[in-house]
């Protein structure tokens, strides 16, 4: 396969280029010499029709993304398992989260084979844990189509410290507490209060190992004010006993929500909607993502971004945190006057241009006007 190491320009359709060269560090070495191809630049445009390599290991096809913002903390790795496949079993010691982006299939968990099992079903959107120590086995339940499959986790951070891959994937270890019981490991998700936040989107949290449909899901809550505006709404998503954890926005047609910044690792995936992005680091130029169903980027550390939605239906992002043990930790905002763009302050440039997107589509924007005058703007059934 072509490769190529040249930068990828900021605002040309030049968003992404495979490059195994270059690699520097453990998880570089290990990922570079499967073959398969490494994805880097700012985004992927769509998931499901991004070229794969043959992964003989695990009888799939695969890729590795290693986007900008990555820059060494997360990994994403696409999976497309064969039509009426499944992938022979894989012991990982540590967790991982998989989004579905497309195609139906079935994962059983268990600790040794021929041992205590359980399996549940996934579909398109599912949004689902594979836990550390367990053996995790993939099926695709379609016999016509191949399913796609989004990880994630924090593996090439892991590896900085303990360089050896066959610690991660050939690791006698097992979990000797007994108070996880398998047949609850997947039931149902829960909600519980955040135990110091007490409002705005991570006022209460979705527990769960397992959440059948992020596109459909409605268990939202109303942002709070002054968070990131857009009357959005939001789920804070955590897998119990795991580090990863995520969160998923919703906002109207024909609106954005503010800029703002933290640190590196955050992986986000579009599930529903028509919209851009626009990123960019203090003082330099800015980068435009255009994304839909299945796209996928990473916000450099540090850089400021905001989203913006203009398709006629509301649009949903998954983001995939860092770990919470960073001192930038994922998308908290600590200091919302250094940290958070309002409104009034924006570069002209940011309305101008959303404005523009909307017009060449021939629609308007939903954004009141007073938004940009009162930094306090409560807005209507929203924040």
Same mark, same amino acid.
């Given at each position: 396969?072509?490769?190529?190491?040249?930068?990828?320009?900021?605002?040309?359709?030049?968003?992404?280029?495979?490059?195994?060269?270059?690699?520097?560090?453990?998880?570089?070495?290990?990922?570079?010499?499967?073959?398969?191809?490494?994805?880097?630049?700012?985004?992927?445009?769509?998931?499901?029709?991004?070229?794969?390599?043959?992964?003989?290991?695990?009888?799939?096809?695969?890729?590795?993304? #290693?986007?900008?913002?990555?820059?060494?903390?997360?990994? =994403? +790795?696409?999976?497309? %398992?064969? /039509? *009426?496949?499944?992938? @022979?079993?894989?012991?990982?010691?540590?967790?991982?989260?998989?989004?579905?982006?497309?195609?139906?299939?079935?994962?059983?968990?268990?600790?040794?084979?021929?041992?205590?099992?359980?399996?549940?079903?996934?579909?398109?959107?599912?949004?689902?844990?594979?836990?550390?120590?367990?053996?995790?086995?993939?099926?695709?339940?379609?016999?016509?189509?191949?399913?796609?499959?989004?990880?994630?986790?924090?593996?090439?951070?892991?590896?900085?410290?303990?360089?050896?891959?066959?610690?991660?994937?050939?690791?006698?270890?097992?979990?000797?507490?007994?108070?996880?019981?398998?047949?609850?490991?997947?039931?149902?998700? #829960?909600?519980?209060?955040?135990?110091?936040?007490?409002? =705005? +989107?991570?006022?209460? %949290?979705? /527990? *769960?190992?397992?959440? @059948?449909?992020?596109?459909?899901?409605?268990?939202?809550?109303?942002?709070?004010?002054?968070?990131?505006?857009?009357?959005?709404?939001?789920?804070?998503?955590?897998?119990?006993?795991?580090?990863?954890?995520?969160?998923?926005?919703?906002?109207?047609?024909?609106?954005?929500?503010?800029?703002?910044?933290?640190?590196?690792?955050?992986?986000?995936?579009?599930?529903?909607?028509?919209?851009?992005?626009?990123?960019?680091?203090?003082?330099?130029?800015?980068?435009?993502?255009?994304?839909?169903?299945?796209?996928?980027?990473?916000?450099?550390?540090?850089?400021?971004?905001?989203?913006?939605?203009?398709?006629?239906?509301?649009?949903?992002?998954?983001?995939?945190?860092?770990?919470?043990?960073?001192?930038?930790?994922?998308?908290?905002?600590?200091?919302?006057?250094?940290?958070?763009?309002?409104?009034?302050?924006?570069?002209?440039?940011?309305?101008?241009?959303?404005?523009?997107?909307?017009?060449?589509?021939?629609?308007?924007?939903?954004?009141?006007?007073?938004?940009?005058?009162?930094?306090?703007?409560?807005?209507?059934?929203?924040?």
């Amino acid at each position: 396969m072509q490769t190529t190491t040249e930068t990828p320009a900021a605002n040309t359709g030049e968003h992404w280029i495979k490059d195994p060269a270059g690699a520097f560090g453990a998880w570089d070495r290990w990922s570079t010499s499967t073959g398969l191809p490494i994805y880097q630049g700012y985004f992927i445009p769509d998931l499901r029709t991004v070229d794969l390599g043959w992964w003989e290991d695990r009888q799939c096809h695969a890729a590795f993304l #290693k986007l900008s913002g990555q820059e060494g903390v997360s990994e =994403g +790795r696409v999976t497309e %398992i064969p /039509a *009426g496949q499944t992938m @022979p079993p894989l012991k990982f010691s540590i967790d991982e989260a998989v989004y579905v982006v497309e195609g139906r299939g079935l994962t059983s968990i268990f600790k040794e084979p021929g041992g205590e099992t359980v399996s549940f079903e996934w579909q398109k959107h599912s949004f689902f844990r594979l836990p550390r120590h367990f053996h995790h086995q993939l099926s695709n339940v379609q016999g016509n189509a191949p399913a796609r499959l989004l990880h994630f986790n924090y593996l090439p951070i892991t590896m900085q410290s303990i360089p050896d891959p066959d610690f991660f994937f050939n690791n006698p270890y097992t979990d000797s507490h007994d108070d996880l019981s398998l047949g609850e490991l997947y039931s149902e998700a #829960k909600t519980m209060q955040h135990p110091f936040r007490q409002g =705005g +989107r991570g006022s209460n %949290i979705w /527990a *769960g190992n397992f959440f @059948p449909d992020m596109r459909a899901w409605d268990r939202l809550s109303q942002q709070g004010t002054g968070v990131r505006g857009a009357a959005a709404r939001g789920v804070s998503i955590s897998f119990p006993g795991s580090p990863i954890t995520s969160h998923m926005a919703v906002f109207p047609p024909f609106t954005y929500k503010k800029a703002h910044r933290h640190g590196p690792g955050v992986v986000i995936v579009i599930p529903t909607g028509e919209g851009f992005s626009i990123m960019w680091e203090e003082g330099k130029e800015k980068v435009m993502i255009p994304w839909n169903e299945s796209s996928v980027f990473v916000p450099p550390n540090r850089w400021f971004h905001q989203h913006f939605n203009v398709g006629n239906a509301p649009a949903r992002y998954l983001a995939m945190h860092a770990l919470p043990g960073l001192s930038t930790y994922s998308e908290r905002v600590d200091d919302l006057a250094r940290d958070q763009i309002e409104y009034p302050d924006e570069d002209p440039y940011i309305r101008q241009t959303f404005e523009a997107e909307l017009a060449k589509r021939g629609l308007t924007s939903n954004m009141p006007e007073g938004a940009y005058l009162d930094r306090d703007y409560k807005w209507a059934g929203g924040e």
